[in-house]
């Protein structure tokens, strides 16, 4: 019996294939190209080289590169001259700047070694837009980007800025009888506009055209029309308590107002906590984070947002005939909802409306006018004039290029050739293109004079970015390259001689020193921000007007009937896109940043890439599939789309839970031709659909056209499967149960009873009483997921970018990332009602509920979670490594030793968080990672911290919880013979986090925010029952909802 | 160091003959002057000073722009009191202004003669101060009076080997192999005597050699033994490897911490002032070194024969400072639109990237003095690492060194070691110091 017993090694040799044959008979399933070197014994013998010689070269250079390898190198250590006062080598210096690239908007601190710029922080003195965000963040390495333009180009040909300027002076004086065109991104600069008057001064015929890529000029339109000038409401989210946004990406790009502190702010639980109800068709950021999601067509925003208005207006007495359009009949009661809960909290809440449509934002404005807003959320006399371009200014020049009419085109900060629709064509017509901009990009190569202009930290600024607040830029370097910043550069075709600086400075003195006294031009270089709290009408730039809200109500609603009826005529498309924003990227102006292309989309958890979002069961219905390689990594199929007759193809297709079905969603910024080696040639350029600077179009047509995209995916798991990750409470259940209830903590039965986690374990417990004890608290119900935490630890830990391929190896080096997960419609509890008691193939079971537990829901919660290093104190990375290279310290932190890591990565594999990162390559010097990391050029190499080890290949390493900072701090308490303050220093994610989601802190120091944090009842350790005790904790989210 | 305590000892004994030799020679000439001029100018020799006390207030008040025989950023004082009235420099010294203001054609010409550049002006001090000054610029410096009595030159006993040693080792060694020689003779004559075959040398050596290698105790023992050995220098060769103690690399100036810090006594963070606030102790940027070698050219510099070693020329060494800075020595002024050049040291300290070293947490925060890690700095000419700058060296130290308590930032925590470890001395390694992540990170 036993002989005839036979072993099949796989299906293959059942069914007798010709493939198995092939296995039985040949060991590898491919040749092994031996013979072509060892079998030509032609080529062997003609070889100068012997077997004999090869061994003796081996041994010989071997002995030569050890007794090498002995030798110590002369390193020069090289002073300097006349050393500046400001600079103390080896101690940071921070100026106050800010940053400002005509599409973010945010006031800094520079942190600068040896006077290279390496770290922007928030300006803590500002009170407006004071969080900075992943892009500003990742700012600093444009600064170093190597493919910047160092020298000015004539035609194509290198020149002296002497002979350029002359270029442009000569094409402006020639251009007499036809139209000059300076066409900008939006300009928040008071003495910047000054000097572009007096530009036109000189050249009456010049007109000065605003263009923002993402436009949101028809809503500018209402206000202007209304306020006088052109400007937005700010928006107050910490005075509301409720929000309802149609389609409004407010946390992410919307209007260029950040709000996500006071969004936060106000979300704090408790009785007043802030609502949010969203209604939109792609899973946007801000959608992700609401507590009560309705999914949308583009085409329904207009019905629902009049439907809404209607209710809310019969709700609060005021008119209410409006022309609806066909509306779904399972939205209406929805609608009715809300309207109730908006009338209920009357000047509490907030309407916010997203996109570029007038007839849209009317009724938002309406409807906030309606609620008595105006007292609240809505601060007319504040307004913000962060965005103002002006999409009739931008028509009428491209139709007056077309047709020949003028004479110079000056771009200055923008790059139409990409982002606008006919530019290209339009621009072939004028005779002298002038592009004032940092790199040769897609306009600049169209254009005959490129003029390179500085980066933000090397240049001087003055900004109004709203009515009451005005803050300086200055800069923190020399120039790079041979570059003028755009002012000067200005101001020299004005014949001005001053330097901007002068300029500024004069301008600063006359304009706005005399309004805040207190404030001379050093208090205000020093400080970076003057602000004006005061409610009265205090401006710095503008004139007080006067205007009366009553009136402007009457405005707004007057006008309410013409725009029902015209977005009772919007068409429903078989297919409808929205063009959106990734939080990464934005608009596109920083691609070249590997920083941002490598941090992954919060929702889709992509990173170098943009593709079409669809859902699922457009998805099955069109044919797409996703499928995965058997490493993991995630594959699509393309798509070939038609919007509006232009045609875009081979667009990767997603498949995104969410996503309102008959909608897909795209993102600009992407497919750059010529942006530079980390940016180009990745994704699709969607500004192509974009005909007339909308955010969504409803004519689309979809073709699936197969194919195998690989995306660059690092989460491939979306759910909890049931598991206590996130811990998350409705509003009402944690105002009114008890929180062992809903934040429960793990119990082990032992014979003392039953026991905590914390209390049943194996290790010794280690001195953490004596000394410091360093906890950090993360609060996730603050946590928006914007990743700017993600590239602020980039900078400040020298983390490598491993660029597409290597994240799609699930070798991303990303020492914290931010775990999103959806819910699914599947619990334990729903298993139960359905009755999933089932064993094996009788009737359905464990497993089948766990399978569908892995499938996200259709409209979904979303969480997010940032995960880095838990700094356990019974840690089992440290149990396992044979070398001793982690180890925990007395104050609570988990070491890391790159010098004695030997990479065996038994750490990594017993990390029950997986966040320990190997170096799989020397990212810093293989040729490989060339295109994608920055500090493989001397340029880039000086954003390095240099206060960070920059690991090598076949080393650990994860979050060390900024030890540099933590040692700094204690040095500087210790030189001035102190104790620490608590607040005083914290960690990189949780400085750059604007919703302070992030608290860092002693516990041992009572009276510190961290340790009251640690006894909150929301309090928990992720994976508690693995008894790690992690020094990190989170706070449970919590929802609002009944 | 008996090396460089010789070349010192040599140094100030010659430099002291030479300045006594001066000194006898300008004391006698200022008399001869003095006698002249009592004739002349009685007012001259109207005040009585102390030499020492001026010496002491020249110092302090006017040797930022004065020296006594040369020009600097003002006259020569030297002959101060040859040119002028006592009177006259009292008032001038101390208020110039008042004195121009007064119509005194003399001090206008002064002023005009250096571009205008006012002198400070000095109403705190006395006649008597200003008396002492000039003193002190009438007799000169007086000799520097060597420390600890006078230093004889004697050299260090040097054990020295007998002369008949050598050829007495000689002697026995031939004896030795005489010996050798005849017990072979001998046996081999027992042997033919006893009717065997005589045996050569070479027989008798490769029979001992046959019965040592059949000794498998023996082989064992000596191979282990080998073995041994060759392991014990392999590991310390190997151990040795990157340390670079003793490394002593030529620098671009020949610049002495000897002169600086030894025989001028200037503090260590005067040059390296980053050492109190940052992570680097700082090579001093060049204009630090202008802040003397304005007026220190080295012309004064004598060699050790007591002749002056640039025969009053500048030094070569210092001339390169002003060549990197851009000093015009002859206006005394940095040239306009120098192109300057920087200095480039050759580090001798060098730590490896993977560790963290801060300068200010243990100079300012620890309060370890600068020799502890340098070594005696103020007596290397050209300087030399003086540990061994491995991680054993610095853990040790950890070990030992005992926490300054007094620091207000370990308010508290101190007390809170000695209650859980039930100790007093709390040394580095106790609050943390040895933990991997202090210094690898």
Same mark, same amino acid.
């Given at each position: 019996?036993?002989?005839?017993?036979?072993?099949?090694?796989?299906?293959?040799?059942?069914?007798?294939?010709?493939?198995?044959?092939?296995?039985?008979?040949?060991?590898?399933?491919?040749?092994?190209?031996?013979?072509?070197?060892?079998?030509?014994?032609?080529?062997?013998?003609?070889?100068?080289?012997?077997?004999?010689?090869?061994?003796?070269?081996?041994?010989?250079?071997?002995?030569?590169?050890?007794?090498?390898?002995?030798?110590?190198?002369?390193?020069?250590?090289?002073?300097?001259?006349?050393?500046?006062?400001?600079?103390?080598?080896?101690?940071?210096?921070?100026?106050?700047?800010?940053?400002?690239?005509?599409?973010?908007?945010?006031?800094?601190?520079?942190?600068?070694?040896?006077?290279?710029?390496?770290?922007?922080?928030?300006?803590?003195?500002?009170?407006?837009?004071?969080?900075?965000?992943?892009?500003?963040?990742?700012?600093?390495?444009?600064?170093?980007?190597?493919?910047?333009?160092?020298?000015?180009?004539?035609?194509?040909?290198?020149?002296?800025?002497?002979?350029?300027?002359?270029?442009?002076?000569?094409?402006?004086?020639?251009?007499?009888?036809?139209?000059?065109?300076?066409?900008?991104?939006?300009?928040?600069?008071?003495?910047?506009?000054?000097?572009?008057?007096?530009?036109?001064?000189?050249? %009456?015929?010049?007109?000065?055209?605003?263009?923002?890529?993402?436009?949101?000029?028809?809503?500018?339109?209402?206000?202007?029309?209304?306020?006088?000038?052109?400007?937005? %409401?700010?928006?107050?989210?910490?005075?509301?308590?409720?929000?309802?946004?149609?389609?409004?990406?407010?946390?992410?790009?919307?209007?260029?107002?950040?709000?996500?502190?006071?969004?936060?702010?106000?979300?704090?639980?408790?009785?007043?906590?802030?609502?949010?109800?969203?209604?939109?068709?792609?899973?946007?950021?801000?959608?992700?984070?609401?507590?009560?999601?309705?999914?949308?067509?583009?085409?329904?925003?207009? $019905?629902?947002?009049?439907?809404?208005?209607?209710?809310?207006?019969?709700?609060?007495?005021?008119?209410?005939?409006?022309?609806?359009?066909?509306?779904?009949?399972?939205?209406?009661?929805?609608?009715?909802?809300?309207?109730?809960?908006?009338?209920?909290?009357?000047?509490?809440?907030?309407?916010?409306?997203?996109?570029?449509?007038?007839?849209?934002?009317?009724?938002?404005?309406?409807?906030?006018?309606?609620?008595?807003?105006?007292?609240?959320?809505?601060?007319?006399?504040?307004?913000?004039?962060?965005?103002?371009?002006?999409?009739?200014?931008?028509?009428? /020049?491209?139709?007056?290029?077309?047709?020949?009419?003028?004479?110079?085109?000056?771009?200055?900060?923008?790059?139409?050739?990409?982002?606008?629709?006919?530019?290209?064509?339009?621009?072939?017509?004028?005779?002298?293109?002038?592009?004032?901009?940092?790199?040769?990009?897609?306009?600049?190569?169209?254009?005959?004079?490129?003029?390179?202009?500085?980066?933000?930290?090397?240049?001087?600024?003055?900004?109004?970015?709203?009515?009451?607040?005005?803050?300086?830029?200055?800069?923190?370097?020399?120039?790079?390259?041979?570059?003028?910043?755009?002012?000067?550069?200005?101001?020299?075709?004005?014949?001005?001689?001053?330097?901007?600086?002068?300029?500024?400075?004069?301008?600063?003195?006359?304009?706005?020193?005399?309004? $805040?006294?207190?404030?001379?031009?050093?208090?205000?270089?020093?400080?970076?921000?003057?602000?004006?709290?005061?409610?009265?009408?205090?401006?710095?730039?503008?004139?007080?007007?006067?205007?009366?809200?009553?009136?402007?109500?009457?405005?707004?609603?007057?006008?309410?009937?013409?725009?029902?009826?015209?977005?009772?005529?919007?068409?429903?498309?078989?297919?409808?896109?929205?063009?959106?924003?990734?939080?990464?990227?934005?608009?596109?102006?920083?691609?070249?940043?590997?920083?941002?292309?490598?941090?992954?989309?919060?929702?889709?958890?992509?990173?170098?890439?943009?593709?079409?979002?669809?859902?699922?069961?457009?998805?099955?219905?069109?044919?797409?599939?996703?499928?995965?390689?058997?490493?993991?990594?995630?594959?699509?199929?393309?798509?070939?789309?038609?919007?509006?007759? @232009?045609?875009?193809?081979?667009?990767?297709?997603?498949?995104?839970?969410?996503?309102?079905?008959?909608?897909?969603? !795209?993102?600009?910024?992407?497919?750059?031709?010529?942006?530079?080696?980390?940016?180009?040639?990745?994704?699709?350029?969607?500004?192509?659909?974009?005909?007339?600077?909308?955010?969504?179009?409803?004519?689309?047509?979809?073709?699936?056209?197969?194919?195998?995209?690989?995306? $660059?995916?690092?989460?491939?798991?979306?759910?909890?499967?049931?598991?206590?990750?996130?811990?998350?409470?409705?509003?009402?259940?944690?105002?009114?149960?008890?929180?062992?209830?809903?934040?429960?903590?793990?119990?082990?039965?032992?014979?003392?009873?039953?026991?905590?986690?914390?209390?049943?374990?194996?290790?010794?417990?280690?001195?953490?009483?004596?000394?410091?004890?360093?906890?950090?608290?993360?609060?996730?119900?603050?946590?928006?997921?914007?990743? $700017?935490?993600?590239?602020?630890?980039?900078?400040?830990?020298?983390?490598?970018?491993?660029?597409?391929?290597?994240?799609?190896?699930?070798?991303?080096?990303?020492?914290?990332?931010?775990?999103?997960?959806?819910?699914?419609?599947?619990?334990?509890?729903?298993?139960?009602?359905?009755?999933?008691?089932?064993?094996?193939?009788?009737?359905?079971?464990?497993?089948?509920?766990?399978?569908?537990?892995?499938?996200?829901?259709?409209?979904?919660? @979303?969480?997010?979670?940032?995960?880095?290093?838990?700094?356990?104190?019974?840690?089992?990375?440290?149990?396992?490594?044979?070398?001793?290279?982690?180890?925990?310290?007395?104050?609570?932190?988990?070491?890391?030793?790159?010098?004695?890591?030997?990479?065996?990565?038994?750490?990594?594999?017993?990390?029950?968080?997986?966040?320990?990162?190997?170096?799989?390559?020397?990212?810093?010097?293989?040729?490989?990672?060339?295109?994608?990391?920055?500090?493989?050029?001397?340029?880039?190499?000086?954003?390095?911290?240099?206060?960070?080890?920059?690991?090598?290949?076949?080393?650990?390493?994860?979050?060390?919880?900024?030890?540099?900072?933590?040692?700094?701090?204690?040095?500087?308490?210790?030189?001035?013979?102190?104790?620490?303050?608590?607040?005083?220093?914290?960690?990189?994610?949780?400085?750059?986090?604007?919703?302070?989601?992030?608290?860092?802190?002693?516990?041992?120091?009572?009276?510190?925010?961290?340790?009251?944090?640690?006894?909150?009842?929301? /309090?928990?350790?992720?994976?508690?029952?693995?008894?790690?005790?992690?020094?990190?904790?989170?706070?449970?989210?919590?929802?609002?909802?009944? | 160091?008996?090396?460089?305590?010789?070349?010192?000892?040599?140094?100030?004994?010659?430099?002291?003959?030479?300045?006594?030799?001066?000194?006898?020679?300008?004391?006698?000439?200022?008399?001869?002057?003095?006698?002249?001029?009592?004739?002349?100018?009685?007012?001259?020799?109207?005040?009585?000073?102390?030499?020492?006390?001026?010496?002491?207030?020249?110092?302090?008040?006017?040797?930022?722009?004065?020296?006594?025989?040369?020009?600097?950023?003002?006259?020569?004082?030297?002959?101060?009191?040859?040119?002028?009235?006592?009177?006259?420099?009292?008032?001038?010294?101390?208020?110039?202004?008042?004195?121009?203001?007064?119509?005194? /054609?003399?001090?206008?010409?002064?002023?005009?003669?250096?571009?205008?550049?006012?002198?400070?002006?000095?109403?705190?001090?006395?006649?008597?101060?200003?008396?002492?000054?000039?003193?002190?610029?009438?007799?000169?410096?007086?000799?520097?009076?060597?420390?600890?009595?006078?230093?004889?030159?004697?050299?260090?006993?040097?054990?020295?080997? %007998?002369?008949?040693?050598?050829?007495?080792?000689?002697?026995?060694?031939?004896?030795? @192999?005489?010996?050798?020689?005849?017990?072979?003779?001998?046996?081999?004559?027992?042997?033919?005597?006893?009717?065997?075959?005589?045996?050569?040398?070479?027989?008798?050596?490769?029979?001992?050699?046959?019965?040592?290698?059949?000794?498998?105790?023996?082989?064992?023992?000596?191979?282990?033994?080998?073995?041994?050995?060759?392991?014990?220098?392999?590991?310390?060769?190997?151990?040795?490897?990157?340390?670079?103690?003793?490394?002593?690399?030529?620098?671009?100036?020949?610049?002495?911490?000897?002169?600086?810090?030894?025989?001028?006594?200037?503090?260590?963070?005067?040059?390296?002032?980053?050492?109190?606030?940052?992570?680097?102790?700082?090579?001093?940027?060049?204009?630090?070194?202008?802040?003397?070698?304005?007026? @220190?050219?080295?012309?004064?510099?004598?060699?050790?024969?007591?002749?002056?070693?640039?025969?009053?020329?500048?030094?070569?060494?210092?001339?390169?400072?002003? /060549?990197? !800075?851009?000093?015009?020595?002859?206006?005394?002024?940095?040239?306009?639109?120098?192109?300057?050049?920087?200095?480039?040291?050759?580090?001798?300290?060098?730590? %490896?990237?993977?560790?963290?070293?801060?300068?200010?947490?243990?100079?300012?925060?620890?309060?370890?003095?600068?020799?502890?890690?340098?070594?005696?700095?103020?007596?290397?000419?050209?300087?030399?690492?003086?540990?061994?700058?491995?991680?054993?060296?610095?853990?040790?130290?950890?070990?030992?060194?005992?926490?300054?308590?007094?620091?207000?930032?370990?308010?508290?925590?101190?007390?809170?070691?000695?209650?859980?470890?039930?100790?007093?001395? !709390?040394?580095?390694?106790?609050?943390?110091?040895?933990?991997?992540?202090?210094?690898?990170?």
């Amino acid at each position: 019996m036993a002989n005839s017993k036979k072993y099949w090694q796989g299906f293959e040799d059942l069914v007798d294939s010709p493939l198995a044959k092939k296995f039985q008979q040949n060991e590898f399933a491919e040749d092994i190209p031996s013979d072509e070197f060892l079998g030509n014994n032609e080529a062997l013998g003609n070889s100068q080289t012997t077997r004999r010689d090869f061994l003796k070269y081996l041994g010989f250079s071997t002995a030569a590169a050890t007794l090498a390898a002995c030798e110590t190198p002369i390193v020069e250590s090289i002073p300097y001259v006349v050393k500046p006062d400001s600079i103390t080598p080896g101690v940071p210096t921070f100026y106050a700047s800010t940053f400002f690239d005509g599409y973010d908007y945010a006031p800094v601190l520079v942190k600068t070694r040896e006077g290279r710029p390496i770290k922007l922080e928030p300006n803590n003195l500002a009170t407006f837009n004071k969080g900075t965000n992943a892009r500003v963040q990742a700012s600093v390495l444009s600064l170093y980007d190597s493919e910047r333009l160092r020298e000015p180009l004539v035609d194509g040909a290198e020149t002296t800025w002497k002979d350029a300027l002359a270029k442009v002076k000569s094409a402006l004086d020639g251009a007499a009888g036809k139209e000059v065109i300076f066409m900008t991104a939006t300009v928040i600069s008071p003495s910047t506009k000054k000097i572009i008057a007096e530009l036109k001064e000189k050249y %009456p015929n010049l007109t000065h055209v605003t263009y923002d890529a993402v436009s949101v000029s028809q809503k500018l339109d209402i206000y202007q029309n209304l306020l006088g000038e052109r400007a937005m %409401p700010r928006y107050r989210l910490d005075k509301a308590e409720l929000v309802v946004s149609f389609a409004a990406d407010f946390l992410g790009d919307w209007n260029g107002q950040d709000v996500a502190a006071e969004y936060a702010a106000a979300r704090k639980p408790g009785k007043n906590m802030l609502r949010h109800v969203q209604l939109e068709s792609v899973m946007s950021l801000t959608g992700s984070n609401a507590d009560k999601r309705i999914k949308l067509k583009p085409s329904e925003y207009g $019905a629902a947002l009049v439907y809404l208005t209607s209710k809310v207006a019969s709700g609060t007495g005021h008119a209410s005939a409006f022309e609806v359009g066909s509306l779904n009949d399972q939205l209406k009661p929805q609608l009715d909802e809300i309207a109730k809960e908006l009338v209920a909290k009357g000047g509490k809440s907030l309407v916010l409306v997203g996109g570029n449509d007038i007839h849209l934002e009317r009724f938002a404005a309406a409807m906030n006018m309606m609620l008595g807003n105006e007292s609240a959320a809505v601060d007319y006399t504040d307004r913000v004039y962060l965005r103002q371009g002006n999409d009739k200014e931008v028509e009428a /020049a491209l139709k007056n290029m077309a047709a020949g009419n003028v004479g110079v085109v000056m771009t200055s900060g923008i790059n139409p050739a990409y982002t606008l629709h006919g530019y290209a064509e339009a621009v072939s017509k004028v005779g002298t293109t002038v592009s004032l901009t940092d790199r040769l990009d897609e306009s600049a190569s169209l254009s005959n004079i490129v003029l390179p202009t500085s980066h933000f930290l090397e240049s001087w600024g003055g900004f109004h970015p709203k009515r009451k607040t005005y803050t300086l830029a200055q800069p923190t370097i020399n120039p790079l390259f041979n570059t003028i910043q755009v002012e000067d550069i200005l101001l020299s075709l004005t014949g001005n001689t001053l330097s901007y600086k002068d300029y500024l400075k004069e301008f600063y003195q006359t304009m706005v020193e005399p309004k $805040a006294p207190e404030n001379t031009w050093n208090i205000a270089l020093q400080n970076g921000v003057v602000e004006k709290e005061e409610t009265d009408l205090d401006y710095f730039i503008t004139e007080a007007e006067i205007f009366s809200i009553p009136d402007l109500k009457q405005r707004i609603i007057e006008a309410l009937v013409d725009s029902s009826t015209a977005l009772a005529k919007q068409k429903a498309g078989s297919y409808e896109i929205v063009f959106y924003q990734k939080i990464g990227i934005g608009s596109g102006n920083m691609a070249n940043n590997p920083w941002l292309q490598e941090l992954p989309d919060p929702v889709s958890r992509i990173s170098w890439d943009n593709y079409l979002t669809i859902s699922a069961a457009d998805a099955v219905a069109l044919g797409f599939e996703m499928s995965n390689d058997t490493n993991g990594g995630l594959n699509g199929n393309y798509a070939n789309i038609t919007v509006g007759g @232009v045609k875009l193809e081979k667009v990767p297709v997603f498949v995104q839970p969410g996503q309102a079905i008959g909608t897909v969603g !795209i993102a600009v910024g992407y497919g750059r031709t010529a942006c530079g080696k980390a940016a180009n040639n990745l994704g699709v350029n969607a500004y192509t659909l974009i005909s007339g600077l909308e955010h969504w179009n409803t004519d689309v047509t979809i073709e699936n056209i197969g194919g195998k995209h690989e995306y $660059a995916s690092i989460q491939l798991g979306h759910t909890m499967m049931g598991r206590k990750i996130v811990n998350e409470v409705t509003l009402a259940d944690y105002m009114n149960v008890d929180p062992h209830d809903w934040n429960h903590h793990h119990e082990f039965a032992t014979y003392k009873g039953k026991l905590s986690a914390n209390e049943t374990n194996i290790w010794d417990d280690l001195d953490h009483e004596t000394l410091h004890m360093w906890n950090m608290s993360i609060d996730l119900n603050s946590c928006t997921g914007c990743g $700017a935490c993600v590239v602020s630890c980039h900078l400040e830990n020298n983390v490598p970018v491993v660029g597409k391929e290597e994240v799609r190896n699930h070798r991303d080096m990303h020492w914290l990332r931010i775990d999103r997960y959806y819910s699914s419609d599947m619990s334990k509890a729903e298993a139960a009602k359905q009755g999933y008691s089932g064993v094996g193939l009788i009737g359905k079971g464990a497993t089948d509920m766990y399978a569908e537990m892995e499938i996200p829901s259709e409209s979904p919660d @979303v969480v997010f979670q940032p995960v880095m290093c838990q700094h356990c104190n019974h840690a089992p990375c440290e149990t396992v490594c044979p070398v001793a290279a982690t180890s925990h310290s007395r104050e609570g932190l988990n070491h890391m030793a790159y010098n004695r890591c030997i990479g065996t990565r038994y750490c990594a594999n017993n990390c029950p968080y997986k966040v320990r990162r190997f170096n799989w390559f020397n990212y810093m010097g293989n040729s490989k990672f060339k295109d994608v990391n920055p500090a493989q050029d001397d340029y880039g190499r000086m954003v390095l911290n240099p206060d960070v080890n920059v690991r090598s290949r076949g080393v650990m390493e994860k979050c060390s919880m900024c030890i540099q900072r933590i040692q700094y701090a204690k040095l500087e308490a210790k030189k001035k013979g102190k104790k620490i303050e608590d607040g005083s220093f914290t960690t990189a994610c949780a400085q750059a986090c604007s919703t302070g989601a992030i608290t860092f802190g002693d516990v041992n120091n009572k009276k510190s925010e961290v340790s009251a944090l640690k006894e909150d009842e929301r /309090a928990y350790h992720l994976l508690e029952e693995v008894g790690t005790q992690p020094s990190v904790f989170y706070q449970t989210k919590v929802r609002n909802r009944a | 160091m008996p090396l460089n305590f010789k070349f010192a000892t040599l140094i100030s004994v010659t430099t002291h003959l030479r300045f006594m030799l001066r000194i006898q020679f300008k004391r006698f000439f200022t008399f001869l002057i003095l006698v002249l001029a009592l004739g002349f100018h009685t007012s001259a020799l109207a005040f009585e000073g102390d030499a020492a006390n001026g010496k002491k207030l020249f110092k302090a008040n006017c040797a930022a722009c004065h020296k006594l025989d040369k020009k600097l950023i003002g006259p020569a004082l030297g002959d101060m009191t040859e040119r002028r009235s006592a009177e006259w420099l009292v008032a001038w010294i101390r208020d110039n202004g008042a004195l121009r203001a007064s119509g005194d /054609a003399d001090a206008q010409a002064v002023f005009d003669e250096y571009n205008g550049m006012p002198m400070t002006a000095f109403p705190a001090l006395s006649d008597q101060d200003i008396y002492d000054i000039l003193q002190y610029s009438i007799e000169g410096d007086a000799p520097a009076v060597p420390q600890g009595g006078t230093p004889t030159p004697t050299g260090e006993p040097v054990a020295t080997t %007998p002369d008949y040693v050598l050829p007495m080792l000689f002697v026995l060694g031939a004896v030795f @192999v005489l010996l050798l020689i005849l017990l072979i003779k001998m046996k081999n004559t027992l042997r033919v005597v006893q009717g065997k075959d005589a045996e050569s040398i070479g027989d008798e050596i490769s029979a001992f050699r046959k019965g040592l290698v059949a000794n498998k105790f023996l082989m064992t023992i000596g191979t282990l033994a080998v073995g041994i050995f060759v392991l014990y220098f392999a590991y310390w060769w190997l151990m040795g490897i990157g340390v670079e103690k003793d490394y002593q690399p030529v620098q671009p100036i020949a610049f002495s911490h000897k002169v600086h810090a030894g025989q001028n006594k200037i503090d260590c963070n005067y040059c390296h002032s980053s050492a109190r606030h940052s992570k680097t102790s700082g090579i001093p940027s060049t204009n630090v070194c202008m802040n003397c070698h304005k007026y @220190v050219d080295g012309s004064e510099i004598v060699d050790e024969s007591g002749q002056l070693k640039y025969g009053g020329d500048r030094s070569p060494e210092i001339a390169k400072i002003y /060549a990197a !800075i851009g000093w015009d020595v002859d206006k005394l002024a940095y040239i306009e639109g120098y192109e300057q050049k920087a200095v480039q040291w050759v580090r001798v300290h060098n730590l %490896p990237d993977l560790v963290y070293f801060n300068h200010a947490q243990h100079v300012t925060a620890g309060g370890v003095d600068c020799e502890t890690c340098h070594g005696p700095v103020s007596e290397m000419d050209v300087l030399k690492q003086y540990s061994d700058l491995t991680m054993g060296w610095c853990v040790e130290c950890h070990r030992e060194t005992e926490v300054n308590t007094d620091n207000g930032y370990y308010d508290g925590y101190h007390e809170n070691i000695k209650e859980k470890y039930h100790t007093d001395k !709390i040394t580095v390694d106790k609050i943390g110091g040895l933990e991997c992540g202090k210094c690898h990170y």
